[in-house]
T-cell receptor, first 112, second 118 residues
Framework: QKEVEQNSGPLSVPEGAIASLNCTYS??????FFWYRQYSGKSPELIMF????GDKEDGRFTAQLNKASQYVSLLIRDSQPSDSATYLC????????????FGRGTSLIVHP | GAVVSQHPSWVICKSGTSVKIECRSL??????MFWYRQFPKQSLMLMAT?????????EQGVEKDKFLINHASLTLSTLTVTSAHPEDSSFYIC??????????????FGDGTRLSIL
């Protein structure tokens, strides 16, 4: 089982809809969770991070974490064509390890 | 916010050439930096962890003699692709997070270097 699982997609949603991106992980020692957006040919950029169970909102983005079920999700409200990109889920273990583990990413397409 | 600068952004060179890529943390110190490689339409692949003042830690399958890493200061790590060949053509990306503060801080990425070997 891979440490971080993401559906590669593509996930296609119409403009204005809610895009829901999911990520599951196997390491219960994971402490910190991150969502990155990567446009084609560009490097990843941080969108959100979440450490505690529950929801965290930032503008149109909401990160949801459920440690008991070992999943983290990203909701994008009012999706725009400019949101079309690959979204990477990443996590870090507790205990001082600085090495993050990345999922393979989910491709999101927002069509007008 | 934390800024990571990577240079050059694009390199085209002949086979057999050695290429050096720099990664700088502009507004924070980083004892650890990471080097990734990404082929088209594939996921990020961690190549090595660069440790300030000590040897880099390479991932399995990555040739340490081919990909030389130097992390001589708290703000600079370099990756040198020695005797590059066309199969080394890829998108190389570095990342870092501040040394101080909580260990759960996010990684900040450089803009990447697109390497094309002819």
């Amino acid at each position: 089982q891979k440490e971080v699982e993401q559906n590669s997609g593509p996930l296609s949603v119409p403009e204005g809809a809610i895009a829901s991106l999911n990520c599951t992980y196997s390491d219960r020692g994971s402490q910190s969770f991150f969502w990155y957006r990567q446009y084609s040919g560009k490097s990843p950029e941080l969108i959100m991070f979440i450490y505690s169970n529950g929801d965290k909102e930032d503008g149109r983005f909401t990160a949801q974490l459920n440690k008991a079920s070992q999943y983290v999700s990203l909701l994008i409200r009012d999706s725009q064509p400019s949101d079309s990109a690959t979204y990477l889920c990443a996590l870090k273990r507790a205990g001082g390890s600085y090495i993050p583990t990345f999922g393979r990413g989910t491709s999101l397409i927002v069509h007008p | 916010g934390a800024v990571v600068s990577q240079h050059p952004s694009w390199v085209i060179c002949k086979s057999g050439t050695s290429v050096k890529i720099e990664c700088r943390s502009l507004d924070f110190q980083a004892t650890t930096m990471f080097w990734y490689r990404q082929f088209p339409k594939q996921s990020l692949m961690l190549m090595a962890t660069s440790n300030e003042g000590s040897k880099a830690t390479y991932e399995q399958g990555v040739e340490k003699d081919k990909f030389l890493i130097n992390h001589a200061s708290l703000t600079l790590s370099t990756l040198t692709v020695t005797s590059a060949h066309p199969e080394d053509s890829s998108f190389y990306i570095c990342s870092a997070n501040p040394s101080t503060g909580a260990s759960n801080q996010p990684q900040h990425f450089g803009d990447g270097t697109r390497l094309s070997i002819l």
